[in-house]
């Protein structure tokens, strides 16, 4: 299905861009995860009803709106921006008038990704190379600290992976990577996923 009627199927509006006005290089610009890249990842990674996903820069909330529709689970997206949080939250108010059957709850929170408290149930982290790496460190760290004081399994997934966020990830913090995703027809070889896991039960590695 095309990006604009996946939008309207979901009665939300996330397709587009947006540029930083500042030219900020820290805070990256909005652009969504493609439909069809979402379409393929759950496809091979499959989310429990006991899941919660956070999307650090959730945009307009597509990731969000899409996960809670397919898995019917909680789900949280953190902003920074004020016109596309502002967007967002509009969004949420349009989804949920036709998704009001699905009691997981949305939060969507304006701030910054860094400043997120990381709840002691949130347990897949979604990044499309929303920011800088000192701050994707940060983010990473205070997930490690949640998980300190809550041990659990936790996934990192990241969309459109830069180098720097796969090595910090694999030289410096104890997540592995256990799962590659490939988008069918990709026109950039970055356009795939990559799930790490920090293993801390017996959930089986591959997310197969
Ligand atoms: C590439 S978009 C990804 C949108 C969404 N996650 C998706 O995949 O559809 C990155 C988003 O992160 C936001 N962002 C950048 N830095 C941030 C920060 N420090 N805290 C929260 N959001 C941030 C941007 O404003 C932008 O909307």
């Known amino acids: 299905m095309a990006e604009r009627k996946y939008d309207q199927s979901l009665r939300v509006r996330t397709v587009g861009m947006r540029e930083w006005r500042n030219g900020t290089n820290c805070y990256h610009r909005y652009e969504a995860t493609p439909y069809k890249a979402l379409d393929r990842l759950f496809q091979v990674y499959k989310l429990n009803k006991t899941d919660r996903v956070v999307d650090f820069g959730c945009g307009r909330g597509r990731v969000p709106f899409y996960i809670h529709n397919k898995f019917h689970i909680p789900v949280t997206g953190i902003e920074v921006h004020e016109k596309t949080y502002e967007e967002a939250l509009h969004n949420k108010g349009s989804y949920r008038s036709q998704a009001r059957h699905i009691s997981a709850p949305i939060r969507l929170k304006y701030g910054l990704a860094e400043q997120y408290e990381v709840k002691g149930t949130d347990n897949i982290f979604y990044f499309f190379n929303p ?39 694999q030289m410096h913090t104890p997540f592995q990577l256990i799962t590659k995703v490939n988008v069918p027809g990709a026109a950039h070889k970055k356009e795939k996923f990559l799930i790490y896991r920090f293993k801390n039960n017996g959930k089986p590695d591959s997310a197969e």
């Open 131 to 169: 920011f800088s790496i000192e701050i994707f460190k940060q983010v990473v760290y205070n997930i490690l600290q949640s998980i300190q004081e809550e041990p659990r399994m936790v996934d990192i997934i990241l969309y459109y992976p830069v180098a720097e966020y796969k090595q910090f990830l």
